[in-house]
């Protein structure tokens, strides 16, 4: 959601004269966009406003200067504390007003004097109005919002408060949205949204379409090849969109899921709305639906109150199900949210061990799951140059990065590819149609099929 954001605050600018620098360094206008959700991730926008201080400073002293902004969901939750703390910063916006940008940096110099600007009222509806995907940053893949912020208040979570009240789309802008990505060449389309398979964007005719209806319809337009959708909340997963899984050849078989713990006891706890034994029903739904689909989740470790056996039943979640990837986190106390105030908080080294021992098997998992993929062949779409000389890398299907040798030509095909080997997070291999090398043929020739 950051990244899509960032890229419309870019597109936003260009019609007034900016445009992206490599290096924050070199830049007028630099924006920190913040994310709140875990207290890491605040705590970095401090020490990178240090950073951006120093730089100011080296510009200042070659007679230029720098425009030091906050913007993001740290932005939305501490306002002008972030100006208190930090006075290098000129501006602090929420997520809900950067389409303001043009007219909050006029502001900022109005008369020859300086102020500061602080805009975290959540007027969501106005920013879709002026927003759309522009193209100019658009690459072969582009993320669409949909939906917005989310009312589920898992009681550990700040973004109800920061992203503000679910908001849908109406389908006609996402359509539209949609078409023009198509138009400057966007082959895979990933609609997002805090809650987004709880889509129910306004149709114009009275009535409210789901996610699934919507997908349905993003797989009429002409070149859209792929369409994903991330992130999604199980007790939200219904019929049309599961079965939108089994009918829409365009929607790949990759979902993520979050699940947070595999213990009933700290689902309640966390206002999950949902049990383990249905957690597991609905994925037992979905893959058969979608007997190749490829899983995904968060989780959180040591939320107040989890003992050695909730942490087992986590455990035993991730045995049954059989993750292809999955982010795990430290519970991380945010202020305000209803878990910070609960009793029984976790010790700091009981978390990072529990960590470790889940990671251990999410990996093991993962790693299955790409040593899995050798040998098969994969429709896989190309994005870009790789590192190496005359190599490019794609997604597969289950949005592993997939190497292969090959020619920026190919970016924006989608090709099949031959998997012949895996690491940690990627796979890499040939395109299918080109004869093996003799080697492979000799260990192919000695191996029943
Ligand atoms: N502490 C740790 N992890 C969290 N997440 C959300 N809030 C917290 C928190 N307070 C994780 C959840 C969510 C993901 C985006 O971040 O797993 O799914
Ligand atoms: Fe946060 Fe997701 Fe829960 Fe909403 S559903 S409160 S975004 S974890």
New binding site residues.
Partial sequence: MNVYDSERMADILTPHGYSLSDRADDADLVILNTCHIREKAAEKVYSELGRMRRAQQTRRDHGADMTIAVAGCVAQAEGDEIIRRAPVVDMVFGPQTYHRLPEMLARLDRDGARRKIVETDFPVEEKFDTLSAAGSHAGVTAFLTVQEG?D???T??V??YTRGAEFSRPVADVLAEARRLAAAGVREITLLG??VNAYHGEAGDGGNWTLGRLIREIAEISGIARIRYT?S?PSEMDHDLISAHAEVPQLMPYLHL?V?SGSDRVLEAMN?RHSAAEYLALVDKIRTARPDIALSSDFIVGFPGENRRDFEATLQLVEQVGFAQAYSFKYSARPGTPAAAMPYQIEEAEKSDRLAVLQQLLTAQQRAFNAACVGKDFDILFEKPGRAANQIVGRSPYLQPVHIEGTAELIGDITKVRITAHGANSLSGRPADRAAPAHDVAIRAGTPA
Wanted: glycine share 0%; charged share 15%; hydrophobic share 15%.
């Fill in positions: 989310c589920k208040f898992c550990y979570c973004v109800p805090q809650n992130t909340y979050p947070q999950r």
